[in-house]
């Protein structure tokens, strides 16, 4: 049975940090990208930030660039999404997702979506 379990998040005011995780099993997280989601109150989905199966490749929306920090642990089959900087527009819930920048879109509300977490950030 594929699970992404996702733990993290909270509260925090602006120019705090948090950070997120997503334990996977059930499929073989090694092989596959993977993409941290994001959407926030009354809005649309946005893709924040994707990485390699290796983990050796990181790409980033240009709202979080240079605050978040994508990376797993393919030997704890987990991704996690450090959150710097926060910004009272960074709240939202947050979704991991088997996938690239393109491919995620796919697994929405499917087994390869994360429940998500919520981040909210105000003074």
């Known amino acids: 049975e594929v699970q992404l379990v996702q733990s993290g998040g909270g509260s925090a005011q602006p120019g705090e940090s948090l950070r997120l995780s997503c334990k996977a099993s059930?499929?073989?997280?090694?092989?596959?990208?993977m993409s941290w989601v994001r959407q926030a109150p009354g809005k649309g989905l946005e893709w924040v930030a994707d990485?390699?199966?290796?983990?050796?490749?990181?790409t980033y929306a240009d709202a979080v660039k240079g605050r978040f920090t994508i990376s797993r642990d393919n030997a704890m089959n987990t991704l996690y999404l450090q959150l710097k900087n926060l910004k009272p527009e960074d709240t939202a819930v947050y979704h991991c997702?088997?996938?690239?920048?393109?491919?995620?879109?796919?697994?929405?509300?499917?087994?390869?979506w994360g429940p998500g977490t919520q981040v909210a950030v105000s003074s």
């Open positions: 997702a088997k996938g690239d920048s393109r491919g995620w879109r796919d697994t929405v509300g499917g087994v390869f």
């Open positions: 059930g499929f073989v997280f090694k092989s596959w990208p």
């Open positions: 990485i390699s199966s290796g983990g050796g490749s990181t």
